[in-house]
């Protein structure tokens, strides 16, 4: 059973929406609290109760529009062949709580004068809706192009409204041409996209041909390679005083978990960020969907879930 990790909350739903097979929930703070601040890329960590799913689960979905809203939104989109949360969360009513922890951020939408091209595929419209709408708020050049399956879009309304002409939508057999929007963007445009595996994978290479910043979320993890080392190594836990051997058929998470060491995890296949660790040394062998190459080479944070060494020892922040 994964972990919530950090601050936990209870917020209730004020209202749902359903666009097709997306329900965009919004959710209010109980009794006059307010809700934590938030910036643009965040996601909260929502619980799916041991009643809906044996064991329960912990399922992340992006905070959408205005950071500063008084409310927050997420978007689910149904999905018959995952773990049930989805289809839990389709059943939800206005009127009921939700357990959530965060907002948590590993899709940082960085300051600065750069234009911005946002491009998102489906319900990854998510996060890029905040940051568009950061974006415009800072009077920033972007443009947003955002694909998807007509009648499965969600808050096309919001944006048509707010982005004008800067929104250029891709439906009804209308495709994205990555290569001619991205090969057409100015020196030093920053991307940010979020979407499938496919229109990620399609964006990258193209935003590494034409020379720009690349920055993206994945909700389906990259294929896992095989381990630079591979052969068993030690991690030294510096809080807890441990040192432990990690075998190869086995992950750092699996193993401090075997021996007490409670560490927050979601996903376990890298994509979500729960498990985050500090690195105090060592050099990391990076197996995860979510640091940009620049965090990787930085070699001070992993995900203990999938990523190992890539020498004899680490020594970890746990
Ligand atoms: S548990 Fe999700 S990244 Fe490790």
């Known amino acids: ?98 357990q959530v922890g965060g907002p948590h951020n590993h899709f940082e939408f960085r300051a600065g004068p750069a234009p911005v091209l946002f491009l998102a595929g489906g319900v990854g419209i998510t996060p890029i809706s905040a940051m568009a709408h950061a ?90 390679r095989a381990p630079v080392w591979p052969e068993p190594f030690e991690v030294e836990l510096q809080f807890s005083g441990l040192t432990l051997e990690v075998p190869p058929e086995k992950s750092i998470l699996e193993v401090v978990e075997e021996h007490g060491v409670l560490v927050p995890w979601s996903c376990s296949e890298g994509t979500c960020g729960t498990c985050e660790t500090p690195v105090a040394e060592g050099e990391i062998d990076h197996r995860d969907s979510i640091l940009t190459a620049q965090e990787r080479a930085r070699m001070d944070t992993m995900f203990i879930c999938v990523s190992r060494a890539a020498c004899p020892r680490l020594v970890l922040e746990l």
């Open 135 to 224: 974006a415009a708020a800072t009077g920033r050049d972007y443009a947003v192009h955002y694909a998807g399956r007509a009648g499965n879009m969600a808050l096309v309304d919001d944006l048509r409204a707010l982005h004008g002409e800067r929104l250029h939508l891709y439906r009804d057999g209308v495709r994205l041409d990555l290569p001619g929007v991205l090969g057409a963007a100015a020196p030093g445009t920053a991307v940010y996209a979020c979407g499938p595996a496919r229109l990620l994978d399609e964006a990258e290479a193209e935003a590494s041909r034409a020379g720009l910043e690349f920055h993206a979320e994945r909700f389906v993890a990259v294929p896992l």
């Open 1 to 98: 059973m994964s972990r919530l990790r950090g601050a936990a909350f209870t917020p209730v739903v004020v209202s749902r929406e359903a666009v097709g097979d997306v329900v965009v929930l919004e959710l209010a703070p109980l009794e006059g609290r307010r809700l934590p601040g938030w910036r643009p890329g965040a996601h909260l960590d929502v619980v799916i109760p041991p009643s809906a799913v044996p064991g329960g689960l912990t399922r992340q979905y992006s905070l959408i529009g205005d950071p500063a809203a008084p409310t927050w939104r997420i978007a689910v989109l149904r999905e018959a062949e995952s773990g049930g949360g989805s289809t839990w969360l389709h059943g939800v009513r206005e009127g009921d709580t939700l």
